[in-house]
């Protein structure tokens, strides 16, 4: 069996049933990848505009290297799934029978807590401080070998609360540049952010060259330098 490398493709990584959903989806969608070639061989953090739901998966589908994505950690445990599903989709249809979405509520959280578990996700955990420190450390463990995709674009910036779906960015969260800090201090090596933009109108997947983190900088100004060059990059896209 060949060594499994950080440029491995996602389907040579996932599961069958993942990689059948991948090759439906990449033949309805029909993406073109730019700039591919300014991917290094080390392994490094990805990060995306959000869009809905259409940023995970244009980026699932077309990302030309394996990646493990930051996931919400209600979207791993198929418990707080349910309820994460059921309060904010299933239980605002009225002409559904209640029996009904609770069932089919069970199923799709069973299938997308199955789907983020398979994918080797890392959980973000946002109810305290002291977890979410559990999920910078496993983003470190996880650079050792692999990729890790972030979407750090903040919906609660929005009059509407909810993420663009227009093509333009909202703000960010800076607190992803984190794990470069964390990563040099387990390290000693400086890891590289990479800006991805999913253009939807254009079909476009484009990787902008990366962005290396400072591990002798102050960490309060790295995050803010990283995050806003990233978020730069994005916009300058988006008016293209």
Request: charged residues 25%.
């Amino acid at each position: 069996m060949a060594e499994k490398t950080v440029h491995d493709k996602q389907l040579k990584r996932w599961p069958f049933y993942i990689r059948l959903i991948v090759y439906i989806l990449k033949f309805f969608m029909r993406h073109r990848v730019i700039g591919e070639e300014n991917i290094t061989e080390e392994p490094a953090v990805f990060v995306a505009n959000h869009g809905e739901f259409y940023g995970p998966v244009a980026l699932s589908v077309f990302m030309p290297v394996y990646f493990r994505p930051w996931v919400d950690e209600r979207m791993v445990n198929k418990e707080k799934c349910f309820a994460h599903i059921y309060h904010g989709t299933f239980e605002n249809i009225r002409w559904l029978p209640k029996t009904f979405k609770k069932l089919l509520t069970r199923i799709c959280a069973a299938f997308i807590s199955r789907v983020f578990a398979d994918m080797k996700s890392i959980p973000v955990y946002r109810d305290s401080l002291k977890n979410l420190a559990k999920t910078f450390a496993l983003s470190a463990e996880a650079l050792l070998n692999d990729n890790v995709l972030v979407f750090p674009e903040n919906p609660g910036k929005e009059s509407d609360g909810k993420y663009k779906t227009d093509g333009s960015v909202s703000d960010f969260f800076t607190g992803f540049v984190h794990i470069g800090a964390v990563f040099y201090k387990k390290t000693g090596k400086c890891v590289t952010f990479y800006p991805v933009y999913a253009d939807k109108a254009k079909k476009t997947l484009t990787i902008y060259p990366g962005i290396p983190f400072n591990g002798r900088a102050n960490v309060k100004e790295e995050k803010q330098r990283i995050a806003e060059e990233i978020r730069q990059c994005m916009v300058r896209n988006e008016s293209f």
